[in-house]
């Protein structure tokens, strides 16, 4: 007889995975990341290492507050180069204070068009403060293209999986298996009942009730009766997580956040990317929230909202957490973390990692994420059940663009099928890739 241990086991796998698994359709349609490649068509007036040593650069410590064609936390710097000497621009990125501190009229004026927001100085040499400048020319001279690039990953408008209407389906299927169950076992036990009493009854039909006696005694043994304790229990059990959880708490979830920090102005209005505050995000399993010195980059001197004056009494919270004196500028030792809610949070036996997903399969955080550039206060857009991971893994095509890792996984589909490979052809319903 099999130990009630793996009985168990074997009918908690079937059991929840099932319905899941069963293919339903659903209408998640997958938002086309075809990422716009830019071409620089005047490639051949710049010399294309400096272009890219600048765009590097460029991207690690100015994009954050600059973009081409855009004002955004700093001005936009397409045409800087035609409006300024080259001089000035490398004093300027040095050390911009300083230049400000020296009277540079146009200085001046540029900071108090920007309500005294600090640029921070650069420790960079001039060769590399040119590269970024001629990267620069070269977007400009490609200004066009850069607006596209813009227009496209602020636009792109996505839609996941609904599953609501599943989850429900799922919840009565299983009450009403339940009930089925029920109704079989009363009538497993009447037929018993009946038999014993017949056995009772009449000595001379013992043959026929030899026949039955095993079924009986399997019927009576223990692994029967744990059997059926079993699936009551994970019934229970199962409409009472997905009641509480996967239909009602979890989508939509918005808890107050200990600050009243905004993606809509972080991120949305002042474009500031993902990763610059999610550093986790292309390179590991988590995102990571960002610490409070990822904000002091900025807050040591926005101290308010729209150049008011005084410390706004959000960012003043920013302030105690790294235990900062904005007076004398001086930080202290009392330092305390910010405690952030947790606002996605999958149950410790899956797996998931977002540099597999942002990284090799180049999705946007919106198809999972949702209209985060959007939000004042994060919510849960998508209901991350085991569902909604699956039909996207059955609907979505491999991107094996550029990535040699596939070719030999490419040509082994192709030869089987005309379809184009999706994530179910690599393995991705294997349970061991999403459970330990
Ligand atoms: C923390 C945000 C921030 C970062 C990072 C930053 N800047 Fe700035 N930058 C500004 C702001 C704000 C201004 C407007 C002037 C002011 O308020 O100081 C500015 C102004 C400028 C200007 C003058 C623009 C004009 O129209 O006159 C140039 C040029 C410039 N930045 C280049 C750079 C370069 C190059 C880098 C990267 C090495 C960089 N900045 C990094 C915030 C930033
Ligand atoms: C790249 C620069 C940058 C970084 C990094 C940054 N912020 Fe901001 N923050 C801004 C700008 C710009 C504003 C809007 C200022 C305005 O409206 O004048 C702002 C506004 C705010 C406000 C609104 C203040 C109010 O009174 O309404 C809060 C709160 C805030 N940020 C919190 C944070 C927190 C927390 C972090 C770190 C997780 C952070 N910021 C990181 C640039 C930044
Ligand atoms: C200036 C820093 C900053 C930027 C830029 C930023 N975030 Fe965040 N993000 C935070 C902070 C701080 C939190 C934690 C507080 C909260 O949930 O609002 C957070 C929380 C989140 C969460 C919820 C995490 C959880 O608790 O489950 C998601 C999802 C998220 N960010 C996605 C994004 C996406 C997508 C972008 C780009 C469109 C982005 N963030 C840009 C700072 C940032
Ligand atoms: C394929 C769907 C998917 C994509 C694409 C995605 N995320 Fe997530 N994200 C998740 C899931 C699922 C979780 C919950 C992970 C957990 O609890 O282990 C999560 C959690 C987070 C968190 C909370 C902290 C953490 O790592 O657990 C942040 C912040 C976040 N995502 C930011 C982002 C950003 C920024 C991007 C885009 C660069 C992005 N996500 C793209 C599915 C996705
Ligand atoms: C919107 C689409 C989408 C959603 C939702 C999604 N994934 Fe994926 N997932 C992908 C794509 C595309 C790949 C293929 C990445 C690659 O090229 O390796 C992938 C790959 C994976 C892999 C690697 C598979 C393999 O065979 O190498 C794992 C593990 C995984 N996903 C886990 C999850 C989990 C867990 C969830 C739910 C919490 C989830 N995914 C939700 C699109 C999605
Ligand atoms: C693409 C990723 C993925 C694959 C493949 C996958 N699972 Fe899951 N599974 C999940 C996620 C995510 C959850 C958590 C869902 C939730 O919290 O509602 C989960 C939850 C579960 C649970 C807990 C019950 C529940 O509904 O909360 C069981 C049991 C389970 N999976 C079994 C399996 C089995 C058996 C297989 C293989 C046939 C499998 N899973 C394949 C992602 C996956």
């Known amino acids: 007889m099999p130990k009630p241990y793996h009985l168990v086991a074997i009918c908690m796998a079937i059991f929840f995975s099932t319905p899941v698994l069963l293919g339903q359709e659903s209408d998640s349609s997958v938002v086309e990341t075809d990422s716009a490649v830019m071409v620089n068509d005047t490639d051949d007036v710049f ?23 855009k004002r955004v936390v700093g001005p936009a710097l397409a045409g800087i180069s035609d409006r ?15 230049l400000i501190g020296s009277g540079d009229e146009y200085a001046n004026q540029i900071f108090n068009d920007y309500s005294k927001l600090t640029m921070q100085a650069f420790d960079l040499s001039d060769s590399e403060i040119k590269s970024i400048l001629t990267y620069i020319k070269s977007e400009t001279a490609n200004g066009s293209a850069v607006e596209d690039v813009v227009a496209v990953s602020s636009t792109t408008s996505v839609s996941v999986p609904q599953e609501d209407g599943f989850f429900t389906a799922v919840v009565v299927m299983i009450i009403f298996s339940g009930f089925l169950i029920l109704v079989l076992l009363i009538l497993i036990r009447s037929v018993i009942t009946k038999h014993k009493k017949e056995k009772h009854f009449n000595e001379h039909g013992g043959s026929v009730i030899d026949l039955n006696a095993k079924e009986v005694s399997f019927l009576k043994s223990n692994a029967f009766l744990g059997l059926v304790v079993f699936i009551f229990t994970a019934i229970a059990l199962k409409t009472l997580i997905d009641g509480a959880f996967s239909i009602g708490v979890q989508q939509g979830y918005q808890p107050t956040q200990p600050i009243n920090y905004s993606h809509k102005v972080h991120a949305g209005d002042f474009e500031i990317d993902c990763n610059y505050c999610h550093t986790g995000v292309k390179k590991s399993r988590s995102a990571n929230i960002p610490s409070p010195n990822i904000c002091m980059n900025c807050h040591t001197d926005i101290k308010n909202v729209g150049g008011q004056d005084g410390i706004s009494p959000e960012i003043s919270k920013i302030y105690a957490a790294v235990d900062y004196n904005p007076d004398t500028r001086e930080y202290g030792t009392n330092t305390k973390p910010i405690e952030w809610v947790r606002v996605h949070n999958l149950p410790d036996l899956a797996y998931f990692n977002h540099s597999q997903h942002v990284d090799v399969a180049e999705m946007e955080c919106q198809t ?23 039909n996207c893994h059955r609907e979505t095509d491999v991107n094996t663009k550029g990535n040699g890792y596939y070719d030999n996984l490419v040509e082994l589909h192709n030869e089987k099928s005309k379809e184009p490979m999706k994530v179910e052809d690599i393995g991705g319903l294997e349970c061991a890739k999403c459970h330990y």
């Open 368 to 390: 999972c994420h949702g209209p985060i550039q959007e939000m004042d206060v994060v919510y849960q857009y998508s209901n991350l059940t085991m569902g909604w991971c699956i």
């Open 47 to 69: 010399d294309p290492n400096v272009v890219s040593a600048g765009k590097e650069l460029f991207d690690n410590q100015c994009a954050v507050c600059h973009q081409m064609t």
């Open 84 to 98: 300024l000497e080259e001089e000035w621009l490398i004093t300027w990125i040095r050390n911009s204070q300083q």
